[in-house]
């Protein structure tokens, strides 16, 4: 994906992380303690945001990285972080898709992840991986709203996490898997929005 600054009908908008972001952005990972909790085992760390800039696993094109801010009422309410091209040329794989208590449960985060996946489509990307925390309930029915088949934790964990080195204790994350078609790229996903139950 080339940089991306779009307002998403009904949606948030949609932009590359700047780095006067980084207090709003900084301010959005303490929120989603919740999280990271569920991810890591602890909190969000100021040095976080930085992190997000360096973090790659290898093999990986630096160029091919994105970071993306969702905005809603001036506001960043969620964030994505995602590198094409990787573990090979016809994949997209998703480290963190982010989204604030605040706006959760509203249906921006589906609006701009139907918006990513089509934009992903069109641009001949065939698969997208993410990672979801097998306890984050919320994570899990948002990936399976998005038509993604969850598959459970592997006894070993591989060495990278969507498209990041693995931290020690990640160890409970399930694997997410979407194979994009020509309809995904026409956009055809025309599924009711707003969910209930705190799913993003």
């Not at 997209?92 to 992903?120: I, K």
Request: charged content about 25%.
């Amino acid at each position: 994906m080339e940089p991306v600054t779009t307002r998403i009908p009904g949606g948030p908008a949609l932009r590359p992380l700047r780095p006067e972001d980084e207090p709003a952005v900084s301010r959005l990972l303490t929120d989603c303690d919740d999280y990271f909790v569920a991810a890591t085992g602890s909190t969000a760390l100021p040095a976080d945001v930085q992190s997000l800039y360096y973090s790659l696993p290898d093999g990986a094109d630096f160029t091919r990285k994105h970071l993306l801010v969702l905005e809603h009422e001036d506001r960043p309410v969620g964030l994505v972080d995602a590198v094409e091209g990787h573990p090979d040329p016809a994949t997209c794989s998703v480290g963190l898709f982010l989204v604030g208590p605040h706006a959760r449960g509203t249906g921006l985060a589906l609006r701009a992840a139907r918006y990513l996946l089509q934009e992903a489509a069109a641009r001949g990307t065939r698969r997208v991986t993410a990672t979801c925390p097998e306890g984050w309930t919320p994570g899990i029915a948002f990936l399976r709203r998005l038509d993604f088949d969850v598959r459970p934790t592997e006894p070993e964990p591989p060495a990278t996490v969507g498209n990041r080195l693995r931290r020690p204790q990640e160890r409970h994350l399930c694997t997410a898997v979407r194979i994009l078609t020509e309809q995904d790229a026409d956009g055809a996903d025309a599924a009711p929005d707003r969910v209930e139950g705190g799913t993003p």
